[in-house]
């Protein structure tokens, strides 16, 4: 069974930084596309970052590219989410997901992790 630990959320000052952890259980995630996505009270879910694990090809949301850089560690088999530059705009939950297969479409994510708060103090 496929489980997601996030881990590294909190408070920071806009302009800051925080590192997001997904640790990831329970398979080979070597086929698996992994993502991260985002939620505000009222709002969708959307779409942050996918990495391809085996590939590391990456994809980004228009609304973090060159500012967040999703990475993998397959000896941990850990997921990253880096945020520079955070602006008040981007507080929210913040959960890690996985997918089997390359193409990983936003709304085809089947495994979330339970999320982790994220708050840009402006």
């Known amino acids: 069974q496929v489980q997601l630990v996030e881990s590294g959320g909190g408070l920071v000052q806009a302009g800051g930084s925080l590192r997001l952890s997904c640790a990831a259980s329970?398979?080979?995630?070597?086929?698996?596309?992994m993502g991260w996505f985002r939620q505000t009270p009222g709002k969708e879910r959307e779409f942050v970052a996918k990495?391809?694990?085996?590939?590391?090809?990456?994809y980004y949301a228009n609304s973090v590219k060159d500012r967040f850089t999703i990475s993998r560690d397959s000896a941990k088999n850990t997921v990253y989410l880096q945020m520079n530059s955070l602006k008040p705009e981007d507080t929210a939950v913040y959960y890690c997901?996985?997918?089997?297969?390359?193409?990983?479409?936003?709304?085809?994510?089947?495994?979330w992790g339970q999320g982790t708060q994220v708050t840009v103090a402006s």
């Open positions: 997901a996985a997918v089997e297969g390359s193409t990983a479409p936003p709304g085809s994510f089947k495994y």
């Open positions: 329970g398979r080979t995630f070597r086929t698996y596309t």
């Open positions: 990495i391809n694990w085996y590939y590391g090809s990456t």
